[in-house]
Nanobody, 119 residues
Framework: QVQIVESGGGLVQPGGSLNLSCTAS????????AAWHRQAPGKERELVAQ???????NFSDDVKNRFSISSDNAKRTVYLLMNSLKPEDTAVYYC?????????????WGQGTQVTVSS
């Protein structure tokens, strides 16, 4: 069974950086496409960044030029590097990963990791 675990969230001051990780566990797992979403209190979940299997990236206007998304060579982990963080980036960040494993394809959401930007 494939599981997705996010990590790297925490409390950071405005202007700081965090690097979130989204790691897939299981046998013969490869993440082919991934996306990071976030949900702030009282707001709907929104797409932040996407990474396709062929390396194409997309970002929301709110984070463009501040965030980057990448994966490791083994395609088991997807990263979201967040720079120049603002208080409005405060949210729970969720990873959604689509890929393949020895038991077939998967499309899974992680449990979320809290990011708080505050002085």
């Amino acid at each position: 069974q494939v599981q997705i675990v996010e990590s790297g969230g925490g409390l950071v001051q405005p202007g700081g950086s965090l690097n979130l990780s989204c790691t897939a566990s299981g046998s013969d797992v490869s993440i082919l496409d991934a996306a990071w979403h976030r949900q702030a209190p009282g707001k709907e979940r929104e797409l932040v960044a996407q990474l396709t299997d062929d390396g194409v990236t997309n970002f929301s206007d709110d984070v463009k030029n501040r965030f980057s998304i990448s994966s490791d060579n083994a395609k088991r982990t997807v990263y979201l590097l967040m720079n120049s963080l603002k208080p409005e980036d405060t949210a729970v960040y969720y990873c959604n990963a689509f890929g393949k494993s020895n038991v077939g394809p998967f499309n899974i959401w992680g449990q979320g990791t809290q990011v708080t930007v505050s002085s």
